[in-house]
């Protein structure tokens, strides 16, 4: 039987149509306005405040790294056109993760939500990791699939979505 989502064609409406970025960018607003509409600070111990700053730093190597992965292979970087992917890049980052761009996202999210002293917070990045897990990455898969075959039927296999 086919995926619920194959039956009914505006169900695919979202996919890949928000880039991740936005998507990060809004829900750390929202993290934001709800920290200043209901008065929470910023965790000041140090403890938090290194642990928020070392997954930032993280988030950046993260991106770095598989940006220039992306570039030395030639291929695309932009998340609203997966099907113009040249090459399937398996190596620096996206040895240890299908999807390290995104990866770097959601730790910048973690990131501000370990400094907010509030748990409500943590709602947004898993709201980020639902949504482009659904909207980004499966619809990125199943053109990769189609594009790359057993290759990425291969790396798929071998490598984590996620971490």
């Known amino acids: 039987m086919p995926p619920a989502e194959s039956l009914n064609p505006r169900a695919r409406f979202l996919d890949t149509r928000i880039p991740a970025p936005i998507i990060a960018a809004v829900l750390g607003g929202a993290m934001k306005a709800y920290r200043l509409a209901n008065g929470i ?16 730093q993280l988030s950046a190597v993260i991106v ?3 940006v220039a992965s992306l570039w030395r292979a030639h291929t695309t970087i932009n998340p609203l056109q997966p099907a113009r992917a040249s090459a399937l890049v398996t190596g620096g980052a996206f040895r240890f993760t299908r999807n390290p761009m995104y990866l770097s996202l959601l730790l910048l999210l973690v990131a501000y939500a370990i400094r907010i002293d509030s748990l409500v917070v943590w709602l947004a990045p898993l709201a980020y990791l639902a949504y482009v897990t659904r909207f980004q990455i499966l619809p990125e898969e199943r053109i ?3 594009k790359f075959g057993d290759a990425f039927a ?7 979505r996620w971490i």
């Open 154 to 160: 291969v790396y798929r296999a071998g490598t984590r």
């Open 144 to 146: 990769l699939q189609a």
């Open 41 to 56: 600070g910023i965790d000041p111990t140090p403890l938090r405040m290194h642990l928020g700053v070392a997954l930032s």
């Open 64 to 66: 770095l790294v598989a």
